[in-house]
Nanobody
Framework: VQLQASGGGVVEVGGSLRLSCTVS????????MGWYRQAPGNQRELVAR????????SYADSVKDRFTISRNNAKSTVYLQMNNLKPEDTGTYYC??????????????WGQGTQVTVSS
């Protein structure tokens, strides 16, 4: 499995970013996908996931109503639209592919992720 996350950057509070993650090495259209983030000194946390067809999504409470996960199966790409960003959203963002439909067992390498910094 190969995962390439991109789209991070430095934004001001209230700003927006759109992250992308291109996936290879699996049948993307059949896999539940997720976005994680890790802030310095904190554990990696799951912020959003989306099932294979895109019809079911779930979010961490901290990002609900601000972040939107979506996917383009034809491009083997998953996205994370992040709006109304807050300083606590700062961290390294990673995508991953799940072994299971529910999305509890990520199987891909974590790689370098993409850095998001929200300045106040």
């Amino acid at each position: 499995v190969q995962l390439q996350a991109s789209g991070g950057g430095v934004v001001e509070v209230g700003g927006s970013l759109r992250l992308s993650c291109t996936v290879s090495g699996v049948i993307f259209s059949m896999r539940t996908m997720g976005w994680y983030r890790q802030a310095p000194g904190n554990q990696r946390e799951l912020v959003a996931r989306i099932v294979s067809g895109g019809g079911i999504t779930s979010y961490a409470d901290s990002v609900k109503d601000r972040f939107t996960i979506s996917r383009n199966n034809a491009k083997s790409t998953v996205y994370l639209q992040m709006n109304n960003l807050k300083p606590e959203d700062t961290g390294t963002y990673y995508c991953n592919v799940f072994r299971d439909v529910v999305g509890t067992s990520p199987i891909g390498p974590w790689g370098q992720g993409t850095q998001v910094t929200v300045s106040s």
